[in-house]
């Protein structure tokens, strides 16, 4: 809590001449005057496709780390960061430049000539952040610029869940970190964070019949009663019995420090099912339900999401597979680009082509889901920090910093609105996913 108040009073320090953040709650028109809940867009929706979706893609590239035939990532990719991060533009967690030293001994930890001396299947054992360098440190980029700073951690790559298949490839110099590849990206999560488990187990694991969560943050627990995990959106396990009320799953843990301790666990019918999730309306409104509940996370910082992770977890329990980041999100399903039309000419062509939870809208760093319309104008559903404004050339912000449904035009309301700025102006393409 302490080191939370000084880093406050070092931006305010730094910042006050040059910025103003503003935070939102009620203010902010689209919060008040739009519906946010689920069940007013998902209960007129005719969903015409079929109950169930074939999840083989999905468990195969969710299992993909345990069955590489070779690397997805080469030593170029594991060390992309020292190409785009380096001394003169970025700080620390004292908010003071960081020095050659600093990305001296990141290169040192790295070990790159190690690079897949390891190649052992593993698994996580808890919540886990992945890392662009082996270090919890921060690094930021200009802490006085709106958008920047806190919580704008760059070596944040992303989280991920209990329970998740990844392949380790290396460890840092001190043993510390080890790089892995997950489904969806690579990078450093801690050492003691991961247990290895035999090609044996993993083959029995993905070849079972798998149970979905449907319900997130309940708190799994041993047969003893020791706490585990807590569960999370697009996580699976392996089915080993069943009754009318519960599921029997199998999970992994650790003993004596370094080899897995395969566990039977109990999870209630309530919070997952045996196969995919039917893609139809009441289900859409429990899971998009809980987006709500999901604050601002950069990177999946504190266990929470940003844009791109808001949209991926979302599908998760219906068995469907997106990509992690926002670029490669906006390039799946039939793609219609939405460059050189003015508003209006967006505005009509998404209400002509666009379907309701089954289109993606981008613009470049942001991504959103297309919910349908409310009043005559389109209404989506994003994970956003905040609305920017301009005042006598100064950039700021007006933090929102949650999962909210609201208008193309979120924010105009506000004084010294960026309409520069504005989602619709913005818009780059909209893509329907095809399922």
């Known amino acids: 809590m302490r080191y939370f108040f000084i880093l406050l009073s070092a931006l305010f320090i730094l910042g006050c001449s040059q910025k103003e953040l503003q935070f939102a709650s009620n203010e902010v028109g689209d919060l008040q005057n739009v519906p946010q809940n689920a069940e007013f867009y998902t209960k007129s929706i005719e969903f015409t496709q079929a ?57 040192y930890q790295s070990n790159i000539e190690e690079y897949l001396v390891l190649s052992r299947r593993a698994i996580t054992l808890r919540l886990v952040n992945m890392r662009a360098f082996p270090t919890s440190k921060p690094l930021l980029l200009n802490p006085s610029l709106a958008g920047e700073g806190f919580p704008f951690d760059y070596l944040q790559n992303s989280t991920l869940q209990a329970n998740k298949p990844i392949f380790a490839t290396h460890y840092s110099k001190d043993g510390e970190w080890v790089h892995v590849i997950s489904s969806f990206t690579h990078g450093w999560v801690k050492s003691n964070d991961v247990v290895f488990l035999e090609k044996e187990r993993t083959d029995e694991w993905q070849n079972s019949q798998q149970v979905f969560i449907t319900k997130e943050k ?20 392996a089915l080993i019995d069943e009754n009318e009320e519960e599921y029997e799953v199998l999970v992994v843990s650790l003993q004596n420090g370094t080899k897995p301790l395969f566990l039977k666990v109990k999870l209630s019918k309530e919070i997952a099912k ?25 990177g999946g910082m504190y266990g929470e999401r940003d844009c791109s992770s808001m949209i991926r977890d979302l599908y998760a329990p219906f068995g469907l597979w997106l990509p992690r980041n ?110």
Request: proline share 2%.
């Open 51 to 107: 109950a169930y979706i074939n999840t083989n893609k999905y468990e195969k590239s969710y299992f993909s780390p345990w069955n590489l035939d070779e690397p997805v990532a080469t030593r170029d990719d594991v060390q992309w960061a020292f190409k785009s991060y380096k001394i003169g533009r970025t700080y620390g967690e004292n908010l003071r430049p960081l020095k050659q030293e600093f990305f001296d001994d990141m290169l």
């Open 326 to 435: 926002s670029s490669k999100q906006s390039g799946v399903g039939e793609v219609i680009s939405l460059e050189g039309l003015s508003g209006d000419q967006k505005m009509a062509l998404i209400k002509e082509k666009a379907l309701p939870f089954k289109t993606l809208l981008y613009k470049r760093g942001h991504i959103m889901l297309y919910v349908g319309t409310y009043k005559d104008e389109i209404i989506i559903l994003h994970d956003t920090w905040g609305v920017k404004t301009m005042e006598s050339g100064v950039e700021g912000r007006v933090i929102i910093g949650k999962t909210i449904f609201s208008t193309l035009k979120l924010g105009k309301e506000q004084e010294n609105y960026d309409e520069n700025s504005e989602l619709l102006r913005n818009l780059k393409s909209m893509n329907i996913l095809n399922f």
């Open 218 to 237: 309940e708190s799994i627990y041993s047969e003893d009663g020791n706490f585990l995990f807590k569960t999370a959106l697009g996580t699976i396990f």
């Open 274 to 298: 045996k196969g995919a999730l039917a893609f139809n309306g009441a289900n859409l409104q429990s899971v998009a339900n809980q987006m709500l509940d999901s604050n601002y996370g950069w």
